[in-house]
């Protein structure tokens, strides 16, 4: 319990921006606020905002219809699943697993995904992590929201190298859409949606 006590107590005189030390090194504290003041400081910065309520609305239970495109211009390759969502952490973290038969350049494959999606109010970034059946890594990416939209970009490494993703989340009647756009060699450069992924109850 002491232990859990005195590393509290640091966790706290750090987010203050400072380190707590004995009285005898630094008597006046410096000015650092007190126990009950960083005690408010922490509450207030781990409280969940209207970022986080943005995020609830994408909870429940989906049926899903994804659309990569693997030539511009091309027919979509189309696929069918199902997402599990819920908040965790007081509602501080949207928690998301995918399951789907993909149709991918004529070959079916049994996809699964993981992922985890918060909004860090010290940051004031929406941070995503994402895991999948197509790879063994994990995509990291951050964004904002403006106009009631969320996008987040990240790089996303594989065998056919490496190319920058930026996802948008756009919320309409009866659920939300999860667009791609990529760019790299792939798309000699050039910023190309790739797919969408529509999310309906």
Known sequence: MKRIVTVAAASLALMAGGW????????????????????????????????????????????????????????????????????????????????????????????????MMGYDKITKQFQSVWADTMGSGQMVQTGTMEDGLITVTGVSHTFMGDSTVKNIYKFVDGGFDLEFWESGEMTGGQVVKTGVIEYRK
């Open 20 to 115: 707590m030390t004995s009285e005898s090194a630094q008597p006046d504290n410096a000015g650092m606020p007190d126990m009950s003041q960083m005690m408010e400081m922490m509450k207030k910065a781990a409280a969940p905002d209207e970022h986080h309520a943005m995020l609830e609305k994408m909870a429940g239970e989906w049926n899903i219809t994804a659309k990569f495109w693997m030539e511009p211009g091309g027919e979509p390759e189309v696929s069918q699943g199902t997402c599990e969502s819920r908040m965790t952490l007081g509602g501080r973290q949207l928690v998301s697993r995918v399951k789907m038969q993909m149709e991918l350049a004529g070959e079916q494959i049994d996809f699964h995904g993981f992922g």
